[in-house]
């Protein structure tokens, strides 16, 4: 009778799964930090850099009720693995990443709340844009798993449902180029960023690290109250 040959139990997430959670977690640590410059430099609209973000929620809006929408959601769309990838060791792959930016009008009653909820999902995409495309995230914090990163191009739409106000989507697709884990050779160490999921609606929150939190770098304006 054969015998299994693994003997290991399967349980580590793919690097095709941790690069989605290292992007939300990215985006979530330094959207706080944005929204609490904001908060702090009296600009108007300072609530737009207060986001929420989502992985693989397909209608995250519809957590929001009658409030002010400004999320964006994460999706791993696509993987690709070259052709030319040798038969044994770490595989070169291409993944595609869905980023979604939604916003609302600013009223409900508007007539212009299509055009504000546009023009407020353009924001978020330019700021998403601006941090993943930064030097700091050149690998997304993945150096030695991540070898490329690039978006491709920006998509507008909205919802195709009848709503009581105007939501625009806009898809940034984020290429990302990596090296997928053999299984049995030697693990690349991989330290990604805290963050927690909040049970209800499936938001991620990023966390500073604990170095952040003792040198006083970093101030989470939710427990400022802003």
Known sequence: ????????????????EKTRDQIAAILSLELQNQYRL???SGVK?????DIKIFVDNSRP??????????????????????????????QKTQAIYDIYCIANGNETADINDDK??????????????????SEPYTYLGMRGIVTHRTFTKL???TP???AAQAIAIIRAPLEVHFAEGYFAGP?????????????????????????????GTYNNPQEEGS
């Open 38 to 40: 904001a908060s702090e």
């Open 1 to 16: 009778m054969n015998e299994p040959l693994i003997t290991e139990l399967i349980e580590v997430p793919a690097n095709a």
């Open 116 to 133: 504000s909820a546009i023009a407020r999902a353009c924001k978020i995409s330019r700021l998403i844009w601006r941090i993943i495309t």
């Open 187 to 215: 693990a690349v160490e991989f330290e990604g960023y805290d963050f927690e999921v909040t049970p209800v609606t499936g938001q991620i929150i990023a966390a500073p690290s604990v170095a952040d939190q003792v040198t």
């Open 160 to 162: 195709n449902e009848q």
């Open 45 to 49: 609209d300072a609530d737009d850099y």
């Open 61 to 90: 809006y519809d957590t929001a009720s009658n409030e002010r929408i400004s999320m964006i959601n994460i999706v791993l769309q696509d993987i690709t693995v070259p052709k030319s990838n040798p038969r044994i060791g770490d």
């Open 155 to 157: 998509e507008a739409g």
